[in-house]
């Protein structure tokens, strides 16, 4: 049987690096649901420029992942579609640099949605379209393991998901479906095209590595998850040795 994946925020940063992954190791007939919430010209610009074959295999599905009604939707565009799922990755995630006395109810609410409650309820409703030893994937963050002064919010909503993925494991167990997320570190996506050398050098300074990751180092980590079938209930780092220093 082809494999049906689902992958959230998947037309830049690290989610398009494991769309990008999976394609690699794709067969014919495998389908890829890569969901995207609002640069239709830049999801447009992502499938345009895959190989033909690999255009075929690619279904790009709009839809704001802060929103119930537009999740919903995404997941009747699949049963339709698809009809199951073998591999659904949890990607889609947002932030702020706002401080914590600035916070607004709305924003606060907005990004608990994106990062933990929508996730929430996307799995519950694709459960019951998941192929016996599926796999699900969320993407957490080490900033879930360890606060950030960044961003307090998102830390929180990470350290949810990190717990949210223990939590499923017993939920899936009967299907023999694997629970799993990445706590990745400081990786070098878009979300930093604006920091300046001195917050590189000083973020620097306590990794041990003293480098950002790149988005195939976590592409290649989410595949070997994936691929591992023994691998339930981690949360995996990957942060190049942060804070040794």
Not at 34 to 47: D, L, M
Not at 67 to 87: C, L, N, P, Q, T
Not at 145 to 174: C, D, M, N, R
């Amino acid at each position: 049987m082809s494999r049906v994946s689902v992958v959230t925020g998947g037309t830049s940063g690290i989610g398009r690096g494991i769309v990008e992954k999976l394609l690699a190791n794709s067969q014919d007939g495998d389908m890829i649901f890569v969901n995207y919430a609002h640069n239709e010209q830049r999801a447009r610009e992502f499938k345009e420029g895959l190989p033909k074959e690999d255009q075929d295999k690619v279904v790009l599905v709009k839809a704001d992942m802060s929103s119930y009604d537009a999740m919903m939707a995404f997941v009747e565009e699949i049963r339709e579609k698809a009809g199951h799922v073998d591999w659904l990755i949890s990607n889609a995630g947002i932030s702020t640099y706002a401080k914590y006395e600035d916070y607004t109810f709305e924003e606060w609410t907005k990004i608990v949605n994106t990062n933990l409650s929508i996730p929430v309820f996307m799995v519950k409703e694709l459960r019951p379209l998941m192929s016996q030893g599926g796999k699900v994937l969320f993407m957490g963050s080490y900033a879930g393991q360890q606060a950030y002064s960044s961003s307090l919010v998102y830390g929180v909503t990470k350290a949810a998901i990190h717990f949210l993925t223990k939590s499923l494991v017993k939920e899936f167990e009967p299907k023999g479906i694997t629970v799993n997320a990445i706590a990745p570190g400081f990786i070098q996506t878009t979300w930093h095209e604006g920091r300046s050398q001195e917050s590189y050098d000083r973020i620097n300074k306590k990794i041990a590595l003293h480098r950002f990751g790149e988005i195939k180092d976590v592409a290649d980590l989410a595949y070997c998850i994936l691929t591992n079938d023994y691998m339930n209930g981690s949360i995996v780092d990957i942060h190049g040795g942060y804070d040794y220093f």
